[in-house]
T-cell receptor, first 111, second 114 residues
């Protein structure tokens, strides 16, 4: 059974800092991994999708990597802004086409 | 990417009552998914709704408590029945595109049961 873990659970950084969010998964037979952003009390916004055959994906200031052999994905945020403050969730798609979510990292970017 | 409209966005309900949440997608999809996110927790899949057949429920969720309708390929409803404070959560509708590889979510329904 796939298990997805995100560390740290919470992170506070000053504006302008580059940061890395971590996501680890137990089953390397993963079809893809997706990163989402969630604002308080709201739904999920898809940020990046990495297929199992890919190593990384980029969108603007965001870069996500995937290393299946080590069971890890990272989300890199460059030049963080207060508007980046949110909870970031990763989800791995594995056997049975099921999505398994991590617990999320709550990010606060201070002006 | 799919655009999903979910309503209501939030509600405060009395215990013992029921609430029906609606989910409308801007394109036809085979499967629609309903998730629950309890306070401070991550997402848990409640059920998968296929048009023309009964929904498939995950372990720990039953049809009597969470009846689902799927009348066509763009719409679904989830009802939370006989609510108790433990049902206070965010409920989210989701669809998948790109051959079932990428998930998209509605804006969620924040339910508080008092």
């Amino acid at each position: 059974k796939q298990e997805v873990t995100q560390i740290p659970a919470a992170l506070s950084v000053p504006e302008g800092e580059n940061l890395v969010l971590n996501c680890s998964f137990t089953d390397s037979a993963i079809y893809n991994l997706q990163w989402f952003r969630q604002d308080p009390g709201k739904g999920l916004t898809s940020l990046l999708l990495i297929q199992s055959s890919q190593r990384e994906q980029t969108s603007g200031r965001l870069n996500a990597s995937l290393d299946k052999s080590s069971g890890r994905s990272t989300l890199y945020i460059a030049a963080s802004q207060p508007g980046d403050s949110a909870t970031y969730l990763c989800a791995g798609r594995g056997a049975g086409n099921m999505l398994t979510f991590g617990g999320g990292t709550r990010l606060m970017v201070k002006p | 990417s799919a655009v999903i409209s979910q309503k209501p966005s939030r509600d405060i309900c009395q215990r013992g009552t029921s609430l029906t949440i609606q989910c409308q997608v801007d394109s036809q999809v085979t499967m629609m998914f309903w998730y629950r996110q309890q306070p401070g927790q991550s997402l848990t899949l409640i059920a998968t709704a296929n048009q023309g057949s009964e929904a498939t429920y995950e372990s720990g969720f039953v049809i009597d408590k969470f009846p689902i309708s799927r009348p066509n390929l763009t719409f679904s409803t989830l009802t939370v029945s006989n609510m108790s404070p433990e049902d206070s959560s965010i409920y989210l509708c989701s669809v998948e595109q790109g051959g079932g590889t990428e998930a998209f979510f509605g804006q969620g329904t924040r339910l508080t049961v008092v």
